[in-house]
């Protein structure tokens, strides 16, 4: 059984930072991309950054140049450094990873940027 469980989330001030954590448990053979997304009340859920298991990154135009995405290979983790947050980033952030082929969610973390 493969488990993505998130953490970091929280509340922080407009123009503060969060760093968030997603750790892969279980059997694993392999992880490919691992990814972050989110979803705001009312919304569907978006892609916010993606990096392949050799390091090529991919973010949206919202978030680029303020957020950073990056993985520990040996610790089967990937992380999101959020910087200079805004009230419109405020979201449940998932993890998501192709981990032995097959792909797989985290349970969400919730990042609310107040004004």
């Known amino acids: 059984q493969v488990q993505l469980v998130e953490s970091g989330g929280g509340l922080v001030q407009a123009g503060g930072s969060l760093r968030l954590s997603c750790a892969v448990s279980g059997s694993i053979f392999s992880i490919n991309v691992m990814a972050w997304y989110r979803q705001a009340p009312g919304k569907q859920r978006d892609l916010v950054a993606s990096?392949?298991?050799?390091?090529?990154?991919n973010y949206a135009d919202s978030v680029k140049g303020r957020f950073t995405i990056s993985r520990d290979n040996a610790k089967n983790t990937v992380y999101l450094q959020m910087n200079s947050l805004k009230p419109e980033d405020t979201a449940v952030y998932y993890c998501r990873s192709l981990v032995n082929y097959a792909n797989y969610w985290g349970q969400g973390t919730q990042v609310t940027v107040s004004s």
């Open positions: 990096i392949t298991s050799g390091g090529t990154t």
